[in-house]
């Protein structure tokens, strides 16, 4: 008995001598010799396991019915044209239809049918390239904002235009935010020039917006998304914060999300240093996805807690350290992985970055979105690649939609009913899904469906004549905009100038792409002193508005050319390197502007209309009666 006691009684505290001993005569943890020799009774704590428990691989139930339902081919069965460069490619939700929106502001309507695509209408809605479309989400409305300050809203059922809505600046983003089957449809518009978000009456019965938010964000708002199952929009400004709000009432966060933000991963991308330049909803409304610059990650996202559910990196530096190590998706040769590269780097441009999305398929458990391989389809679950579209086609994949199509019966069918081998039932199921994809520099869209039988030398309809032949052509590419004379069509009559593109090449361009654009219509001199000059220029007419088409200050351009005569025309700035929009003609001779001031042009006809300015009665410096620019021709 007394030997049982000390055999299960804790050992006094041994010594190192005494544990060099005892390794000296036995084995460790079994590696030699019986179970029994192997385990010492003093030993305390939990042993481990003699080989670890295979990880069981995650699983998703009825996979591949879900990939049975998205097209089947690899390869476009067809492709076709814009005179100009895609934009964007739209799914309209129930009412099926597809919209298609080119740079030059051309919108086009095709119809699904039960296979394929018709031609219905097309529509010149903008004087310029488009910078953000929208359509609600029960398919009837559609909307499209331009350069030209203008939003075009369309009836898609009728596909007519209803309304037009005048900005006072170029909109950064739009979106329906009404729930489905809503009477009175809203459209949230963010403007490039100010942090508000103003929401509008949808049927465009009015200018003014109904209301205004100026208190959600304190940037310019670059994104926006609207979540119809929990009534909610997210939406993304340009230094990287997210924000929930209600489309209505006093816009507050709703109830049923996270409680603070604190708790959530929304501040990623300020960690980052990167913008979302794109932001999906899923069809359930339980995630969203994005894709962002220059970061190149594409982020999904529980809606409700703000968590971040999966992360894919597409950025350079992994693409290439995958295909030297070999364990890319696809080894690509030398040559070929040097040509792809080199439009991924393109796409860092602004021009292209907002065209890059990321969407879900109907059953929430894929995304797809384009990259240096063609377009991926994801599953999320199980985090593997089911599936490639356009691995071997020549174009690179940048803005997607995804047509899934209806049954033809509209009855109850569960996923295990429509998995099962029912000949009856798989007739009534049959749908002609059709994923559909613009390309990086093309002004063709590209169709994937089940078509089989592809002909290469026929799936190309040539339904228009580009403008552009043999002929890659990107929107930065287009050769600036210059003149040598412009010609100022004031209330007072017109001054000609003569420009200096060659002495400042950039305040010209500002110059002359602000006059085409109408930037300077209707605006005032609001500063006028008599014996030295007359300053206009600024859409506010107070002189502390006004901005550059890059929509940023720019630098200064000093020359040879002085201020050593009247009539000379340069830009008005707060100091060096502030260029905006705003420039003043002089009247005298004003030697102490020289190398503070960019020259880039002088008056030489309508001289004595710059002095009738020069003398008008003035209160502080303003004119007591608007002297206006009615608008500026450029030859």
């Known amino acids: 008995?007394?030997?049982?006691?000390?055999?299960?009684?804790?050992?006094?505290?041994?010594?190192?001598?005494?544990?060099?001993?005892?390794?000296?005569?036995?084995?460790?943890?079994?590696?030699?010799?019986?179970?029994?020799?192997?385990?010492?009774?003093?030993?305390?704590?939990?042993?481990?396991?003699?080989?670890?428990?295979?990880?069981?691989?995650?699983?998703?139930?009825?996979?591949?019915?879900?990939?049975?339902?998205?097209?089947?081919?690899?390869?476009?069965?067809?492709?076709?044209?814009?005179?100009?460069?895609?934009?964007?490619?739209?799914?309209?939700?129930?009412?099926?239809?597809?919209?298609?929106?080119?740079?030059?502001?051309?919108?086009?309507?095709?119809?699904?049918?039960?296979?394929?695509?018709?031609?219905?209408?097309?529509?010149?809605?903008?004087?310029?390239?488009?910078?953000?479309?929208?359509?609600?989400?029960?398919?009837?409305?559609?909307?499209?904002?331009?350069?030209?300050?203008?939003?075009?809203?369309?009836?898609?059922?009728?596909?007519d235009l209803l309304a037009m809505l005048q900005l006072e600046s170029v909109a950064n983003s739009i979106c329906w935010v009404h729930k489905r089957g809503a009477s009175l449809p809203l459209l949230a518009v963010s403007e490039h020039v100010g942090h508000s978000i103003k929401i509008y009456d949808g049927r465009g019965e009015s200018q003014a917006p109904t209301e205004t938010i100026t208190d959600l964000h304190k940037s310019p708002v670059i994104l926006m998304a609207y979540n119809d199952v929990y009534d909610c929009v997210i939406s993304a400004d340009e230094t990287g914060m997210i924000e929930y709000w209600r489309p209505t009432g006093l816009h507050e966060k709703p109830d049923n999300v996270f409680q603070y933000k604190s708790s959530t991963n929304l501040f990623e991308f300020k960690k980052a240093k990167s913008l979302p330049t794109s932001i999906t909803i899923s069809p359930s409304g339980s995630q969203f996805a994005t894709f962002s610059f220059p970061d190149r990650q594409v982020r999904v996202f529980d809606f409700s807690s703000g968590k971040l559910y999966r992360t894919y990196d597409e950025s350079i530096a992994t693409i290439t350290d995958m295909q030297q190590a070999g364990t890319a998706l696809q080894k690509l040769e030398n040559v070929e992985f040097g040509r792809r590269l080199a439009v991924e780097r393109e796409l860092e441009n602004p021009a292209f970055q907002n065209k890059n999305n990321v969407i879900f398929d109907e059953s929430n458990n894929f995304i797809i979105y384009g990259s240096i391989l063609g377009a991926k389809v994801l599953n999320t679950l199980t985090n593997r690649v089911v599936k490639v579209f356009g691995?071997?086609?020549?174009?690179?994949?940048?803005?997607?939609?995804?047509?899934?199509?209806?049954?033809?019966?509209?009855?109850?069918?569960?996923?295990?009913?429509?998995?099962?081998?029912?000949?009856?039932?798989?007739?009534?199921?049959?749908?002609?899904?059709?994923?559909?994809?613009?390309?990086?520099?093309?002004?063709?869209?590209?169709?994937?469906?089940?078509?089989?039988?592809?002909?290469?030398?026929?799936?190309?309809?040539?339904?228009?004549?580009?403008?552009?032949?043999?002929?890659?052509?990107?929107?930065?590419?287009?050769?600036?905009?210059?003149g040598t004379a412009a010609i100022l069509h004031t209330t007072f009559g017109d001054i000609h100038i003569r420009l200096f593109p060659e002495a400042a090449p950039k305040a010209v361009e500002n110059f002359v792409t602000h006059s085409k654009n109408g930037y300077y219509n209707n605006t005032i001199f609001h500063r006028v002193i008599r014996k030295f000059m007359i300053q206009c220029g600024d859409p506010l007419g107070d002189g502390t508005g006004g901005e550059s088409i890059w929509g940023k200050e720019f630098e200064d351009e000093f020359s040879p050319l002085k201020h050593d005569k009247a009539y000379t025309v340069s830009m008005a700035n707060a100091g060096p390197n502030t260029n905006g929009s705003?420039?003043?003609?002089?009247?005298?001779?004003?030697?102490?502007?020289?190398?503070?001031?960019?020259?880039?042009?002088?008056?030489?006809?309508?001289?004595?209309?710059?002095?009738?300015?020069?003398n008008a009665r003035v209160y502080k410096e303003k004119p007591e009666e608007d002297i206006t620019i009615i608008n500026i021709s450029i030859t």
């Open 1 to 159: 008995m007394a030997e049982t006691d000390v055999r299960f009684s804790r050992p006094d505290k041994r010594s190192h001598d005494d544990f060099e001993e005892k390794s000296s005569l036995e084995p460790l943890n079994g590696a030699h010799g019986s179970p029994d020799q192997s385990s010492s009774e003093d030993d305390i704590g939990p042993a481990l396991p003699s080989s670890a428990p295979k990880r069981k691989r995650r699983k998703l139930p009825y996979e591949k019915l879900y990939i049975e339902a998205l097209p089947s081919s690899p390869r476009y069965s067809k492709s076709l044209m814009h005179k100009d460069q895609l934009s964007f490619v739209t799914v309209t939700p129930s009412t099926d239809f597809l919209i298609t929106s080119s740079v030059d502001g051309v919108v086009k309507f095709w119809k699904k049918m039960a296979v394929g695509i018709e031609f219905v209408k097309e529509f010149k809605a903008h004087a310029g390239e488009i910078k953000s479309v929208s359509v609600s989400k029960d398919g009837r409305s559609f909307a499209t904002a331009g350069l030209d300050k203008t939003i075009k809203i369309f009836d898609v059922i009728t596909f």
């Open 391 to 482: 691995k071997d086609e020549p174009f690179r994949s940048l803005n997607l939609a995804l047509y899934q199509g209806q049954p033809q019966k509209k009855g109850v069918v569960t996923v295990s009913m429509a998995a099962s081998s029912n000949p009856l039932l798989q007739e009534a199921e049959e749908r002609d899904p059709m994923l559909v994809s613009t390309g990086s520099g093309k002004v063709r869209f590209y169709i994937f469906t089940n078509e089989e039988d592809i002909s290469k030398s026929t799936r190309d309809v040539q339904n228009e004549k580009p403008k552009h032949l043999n002929a890659r052509q990107q929107i930065e590419a287009k050769p600036a905009e210059s």
């Open 582 to 614: 705003q420039f003043f003609i002089t009247t005298e001779k004003t030697p102490w502007l020289d190398k503070k001031h960019t020259i880039f042009g002088r008056a030489v006809q309508g001289l004595d209309v710059v002095h009738k300015i020069e």
